[in-house]
């Protein structure tokens, strides 16, 4: 068995059987979690690779490259695994959200604003618990805002601080 390089971007394996680094998530694996989550069709991920670099942080490439590189970064943060709950980063979100038909909280523009600038907030919701897509209409199309983690009745922002919106109404 490998062992995982925290400084290198390796390609997760196809499947499960083909995995060589403990705890690495395949990329079967990773477009499963998306389609049983959010119900994104496992085709909308044709075309691209999927790498891992340190403990669990997935990034998506649209295309491919040598494997393994040495770079700082490659395509876009996507998915964090090695954890209890896998959890989708907001460019992930707001990138393939779109087609996500599942596990998708729809939020009215005083309360989007309010998980725009990363407030938690208690709101009804009768799906499931977890990390949902969280969305707003805008021009009559459901758009992505970002992750959200709902539990007991309270929706919590995870949006990044660095990437908070101060919006009035929405």
Do not use: C
Request: glycine share 12%; charged share 30%.
């Amino acid at each position: 068995m490998s062992e995982n390089d925290g400084q290198v971007f390796d390609r997760l394996p196809e499947t499960p059987d083909d995995r060589e680094v403990p705890g690495r998530a395949s990329r079967e694996e990773v477009v499963e979690w998306w389609a049983e989550r959010f119900g994104v069709d496992p085709n909308r991920f044709d075309g691209y690779t999927f790498w891992e670099k340190g403990a669990g942080k997935i990034w998506i490439l649209s295309g491919d490259v040598a494997d393994p590189i040495a770079v700082e970064g490659l395509g876009m943060a996507f998915l964090r695994t090695r954890q209890e709950h896998w959890k989708p980063t907001t460019n992930a979100v707001q990138r393939f959200g779109r087609a996500a038909t599942r596990n998708v909280l729809e939020l009215d523009g005083e309360r989007a604003a309010r998980f725009a600038a990363g407030e938690d907030q208690e709101v009804e919701w009768d799906g499931d618990w977890g990390y949902l897509v969280v969305a707003h209409e805008l021009a009559g199309d459901l758009e992505p805002i970002g992750v959200g983690l709902y539990l007991h009745g309270e929706l919590r922002s995870t949006i990044p601080k660095g990437r908070r919106e101060s919006l009035a109404e929405l």
